[in-house]
């Protein structure tokens, strides 16, 4: 399978501490995108990426989170000093860059973020 | 401000029940229209890309329109297999990158 996986899928954690999520998009796409979900709700854009550069973020993206992506491959978002109101789930997203309209974005499956 | 918004919120079938979903958009400038379907505690799964209005896409028992105002996402016979949660997302010209999605309408097939 080749699509776009993310690790962990599932993370528990107390308040106050940081986590780390990981990543690797559909390997000819260059372009990839951090969402945050939350129940009953649509994915929120956070964060995107070309290649290795950051191009765009959300207001949603406070001080505490950061992401990368240093060789234009896979990337890692960070939380640090979590609070409850950070778990949902984190998508993941790649896609092709294209001229002219939006291309489409390629999802994986999420990491769940519980906030103890 | 760019905004998606889908209705019904929720929906309940009888398989076999015909019946549409919608989704309505205010974009500065589409980019594009995306359906996605999205099952319990998974990613979303990509379904159809419609780029201007009067633009058809069909698989299987979905087909998906377009026009200047709303898309709209037509289930034909549904099956208890389609019960899902089915999301709309709208590119706009003011990002290049980012698209906005709606909450999305929880479908159910009931067998």
């Known amino acids: 399978d080749t699509g776009v996986s993310q690790d962990p899928r599932h993370k528990i954690t107390k308040r106050g501490q940081n986590v780390t999520f990981r990543c690797d998009p559909i390997s000819e796409h260059n372009r990839l995108y951090w969402y945050r979900q939350t129940l009953g709700q649509g994915p929120e854009f956070l964060t995107y990426?070309?290649?290795?550069?950051?191009?765009?973020k959300s207001r949603l993206l406070s001080d505490r989170f950061s992401a990368e992506r240093p060789k234009g491959s896979f990337s890692t978002l960070e939380i640090q000093r979590t609070e409850q109101g950070d778990s949902a789930m984190y998508l993941c997203?790649?896609?092709?860059?294209?001229?002219?309209?939006?291309?489409?974005?390629?999802f994986g499956p999420g990491t769940r973020l519980l906030v103890l | 401000e760019d905004q998606v918004t889908q209705s019904p919120e929720a929906l309940r079938l009888q398989e076999g029940e015909s019946s549409s979903l919608n989704c309505s958009y205010t974009v500065s400038g589409l980019r594009g229209l995306f359906w996605y379907r999205q099952d319990p505690g998974k990613g979303p799964e990509f379904l159809f890309t419609l780029y201007s209005a009067g633009e058809e896409k069909e698989k299987e028992r979905l087909k998906a329109t377009l026009t200047k105002k709303e898309s709209f996402l037509h289930i034909t016979a549904p099956k208890p297999e389609d019960s899902a949660t089915y999301l709309c997302a709208a590119g706009a010209y003011s990002s290049a990158s980012k698209i906005i999605f709606g909450s999305g309408t929880r479908l159910s097939i009931r067998p």
């Open positions: 997203a790649s896609s092709a860059s294209t001229s002219g309209g939006a291309e489409t974005q390629y």
């Open positions: 990426f070309q290649n290795e550069a950051q191009l765009e």
